[in-house]
């Protein structure tokens, strides 16, 4: 075999993702938002925040193509920056969610036995209580806010991620070169991070990816029951709350941030579904 | 089986320390003297110290703790602070509003999705596993607060034809359920579809077709009895998603059930009312998930005997 017919493994995934149109379309999508929200400052056509006494409740037209909201605030601007808000603490929950998870994983299956059984019994714990319900539970404890929120959606992201990295733990720790490593010495950290870390990300990407839009949902719907981002704050699922008094009178405040989420979370779970199968992982 | 049932319920008893610990933590980690609180805020040094006294605050934790057990296996579960009103009358009058939007939207889940699944399971590559398999991904993405707030705005502020909220008659059902049930179904829909084909693809599938069995009895006999059993686990665990759902949806339609009552017990800060309602809902995850392997042991013997 020559080298030529060696393909490098991230060559090997591209190359299969890139046979995905969906999951194409979806990166595409991811590119666009995160790119709108961070560049809000500039391209955000209004203030998100000053109000506009001479155009209250106005339906889209040219001057604003998403209508103004009650107190004459664009809405399009307010998606824009809302999309900082959400995209920010979806990133930073799943990434907080996923950091603790992953470490959890591969302490207990590394190292099994006692540590193992008690990190185990409160991952199953944790996972007893499915959906929206413990991030709802930990915002109750901690008070309403943003933060408070990231760090509710986080915790419940933990378990799942911990479940999927004790598994490939456990295999990994078995094969030939996490062994022979072991034989010549290597200490304990370092198999970890160098040697198991690496072949469990497959499966923890895929999931974080999925995870996104999962985590986006959770916080827009905790913003809309008043328990997430607080007003003026244009985050999508608050913007949607304040929608819900103009039913009739402007329904463009109800329907454009709400198709901003279903568009966000619609990507993110394409995405990840794509690359499921590039990676050729298989979660549950 | 009996000896299962009793393996199972033992193990429902770790959770629900764990959360009953959790619960009692809360008010420990809460900012601010939950003595004061009561007290109130401009009260004396020597009121919050009385208060203090009363409560039993100033007793070791452990002890608080376990008279806190006490109090809870006696349904003694304090008075609101916003109305004053006994918790448990607060959450009695919320209960039977929640259990029944649950219950009809599984219902809706269930005919939905376990049909859909089959459909698509049968005529696999068709239109409704085409249908289905875009209806489920997009299920699992739809905002159902949206979902609420469109059908409400089409059908209650356009056509008038449903009340925008509220509880009482079969017509305040109608959107609250299809609302709450629909991200169910979609996911139902997909497992269905997968269990369907799986239990298809057996060998004794193939054998009663090739000996002749009428294709409507493989299908309803041999495969669906089958495929439907994962069903079974499936819908238990979703009856715990829909409880947190359902605290979404009742926010929507003015639903006058224990999603709502929390919602306003945290804006106000009602601790009492919040943490019974906590550990309420953390009785009834466990009795799902008891029930739900209660059931999956009767009809599966194997697991029964791990």
């Known amino acids: 075999m020559t080298m030529t017919n060696i393909r490098s493994p991230g060559r090997e995934f591209w190359r299969r993702f890139r046979r995905q149109h969906v999951a194409m379309v979806s990166l595409a999508v991811i590119i666009i938002l995160v790119a709108a929200a961070f560049l809000a400052p500039w391209i955000a056509p209004y203030s998100q925040t000053t109000p506009d006494y001479d155009a209250l409740l106005e339906g889209p037209s040219w ?55 008690l990190i185990m019994r409160v991952i199953d714990v944790m996972l007893a209580f499915p959906g929206i319900l413990p991030a709802i539970a930990v915002v109750a404890i901690l008070g309403p806010g943003l933060v408070n929120v990231i760090y509710a959606i986080a915790l419940s992201a933990v378990p799942v991620f911990a479940r999927l990295v004790r598994g490939t733990t456990l295999a990994l720790k078995e094969t030939l070169y996490v062994q022979a490593s072991r034989s010549i010495g290597v200490s304990r950290t ?36 008043g328990l997430g981002a607080q007003p003026p704050s244009p985050e999508w699922g608050a913007m949607l709350s304040d929608g819900r008094s103009y039913l009739g009178v402007a329904d463009h405040i109800t329907i454009f941030p709400g198709l901003a989420i279903l568009i966000t979370v619609l990507a993110f779970n394409l995405f990840g579904d794509g690359l499921r199968d590039a990676l050729d992982q298989k979660l549950r | 089986m009996f000896e299962y049932f009793l393996r ?21 980690m809460l900012p601010g003297d939950p003595a004061r609180m009561v007290a109130g805020q401009d009260a004396s040094y020597e009121q919050v110290e009385n208060v203090r006294k009363e409560l039993l605050l100033d007793r070791p934790l452990w002890e608080q703790y376990l008279r806190y057990l006490n109090q809870m296996a006696h349904l003694e579960l304090g008075r609101s602070i916003k109305t004053h009103e006994p918790v448990l009358t607060l959450i009695g009058q919320r209960f039977m509003p929640t259990l029944w939007l649950t219950v009809v939207s599984m219902i809706w889940a269930i005919i939905a999705g376990v049909g859909l699944g089959v459909l698509s399971g049968v005529w696999r590559g068709g239109v409704a596993d085409r249908l289905a398999a875009g209806g489920a991904i997009l299920g699992i993405s739809f905002p159902s607060f949206w979902l609420g707030l469109l059908l409400m705005d089409l059908f209650s502020v356009r056509l008038g034809w449903l009340p925008t909220g509220g509880y009482g008659t079969w017509a305040h059902f109608v959107m609250p359920a299809f609302t709450l049930g629909s991200a169910v179904a979609a996911v139902m829909a997909r497992f269905t579809r997968s269990a369907y084909i799986e239990v298809a693809g057996e060998d004794y599938v193939r054998t009663a077709r090739s000996k002749g069995v009428p294709e409507r009895i493989v299908i309803w006999t ?10 079974i686990t499936l819908t238990g665990l979703q009856f715990g998603f829909l409880l947190g759902g359902a605290i979404v949806v009742e926010t929507v339609f003015a639903w ?25 809902f953390a009785v009834e995850f466990v009795l799902i998930n008891l029930i739900v392997d209660l059931l999956y042991g009767m009809v599966n013997p194997e697991i029964r005997l791990k």
């Open chain 2, 256 to 280: 006058p059930g224990l999603g709502r009552l929390l919602i306003d017990s945290v804006s106000f800060r009602d601790y009492p009312v919040i943490q019974a309602e906590i550990l309420l």
């Open chain 1, 190 to 225: 370092k198999l970890m991070l160098r040697h198991i870390l690496p072949g469990t990300l497959p499966a923890v990407i895929v999931y974080a990816s999925l995870r996104m839009g999962t985590s986006i949902l959770t916080a827009a719907a905790l913003s809309f029951i």
């Open chain 2, 222 to 231: 041999h495969t669906l009895r089958n495929a439907l059993i994962p069903v």
């Open chain 1, 63 to 117: 001057a604003h193509w998403a209508g103004t909201d009650s107190y004459g605030r664009d809405i399009l601007s307010r998606m824009i920056w809302g999309g900082q808000v959400s995209l920010t603490v979806g990133f930073l929950s799943v990434v907080l969610g996923c950091v603790v998870g992953v470490a959890l994983g591969i302490i207990s299956g590394f190292f099994g036995g006692w540590i193992d059984g």
């Open chain 2, 8 to 28: 199972r319920l033992a193990g429902t008893i770790p959770v629900l320390l764990a959360v009953s610990v959790f619960v009692f933590a809360f008010v420990h």
